[in-house]
């Protein structure tokens, strides 16, 4: 088993949730977030004052899958959260040790 983290851009959400639904991604963790990269944050101007922003809003996907569905869930991620601009966020993936679903003790991939 894996661990799928997406960080993206809020607005590429539902195109995200629609991509990864058609290979066959059945459940995920949706958490807003902030945070910055390369991107730094930008300055606005508010009652005629300029500060900076440095922390922007994103979306951070936790998806935990069988090996098999790893690159597709991947690959549909990629192409539907990518406006080819900066700050279109990073996909991580990791080793899952073990899951266990509370309601019926199964463990492993039956629990996912």
Same mark, same amino acid.
């Given at each position: 088993m894996k661990k799928v983290e997406a960080i993206i851009k809020p607005f590429k959400l539902e195109a995200v949730k629609d991509a990864?639904?058609?290979v066959g991604v059945e459940g995920m963790t949706v958490s807003e977030v902030k945070g910055f990269g390369?991107? $730094?944050g930008h300055t606005e101007i508010y009652r005629g004052s300029e500060y900076t922003v440095d922390f922007l809003? $994103? %979306?951070k996907l936790e998806i935990v899958l069988p090996e098999a569905l790893v690159d597709a869930a991947v690959q549909? /991620?990629?192409k539907s959260a $990518?406006?080819?601009k900066i700050g279109d966020g990073k996909v991580f993936i990791s080793a899952v040790e073990g899951a266990?679903? %509370?309601r019926t003790s199964e463990t492993d991939e039956?629990? /996912?």
């Open positions: 990864l639904a058609e390369r991107q $730094k809003p $994103k %979306i549909a /991620i990629v $990518k406006t080819g266990v679903r %509370i039956s629990a /996912i």
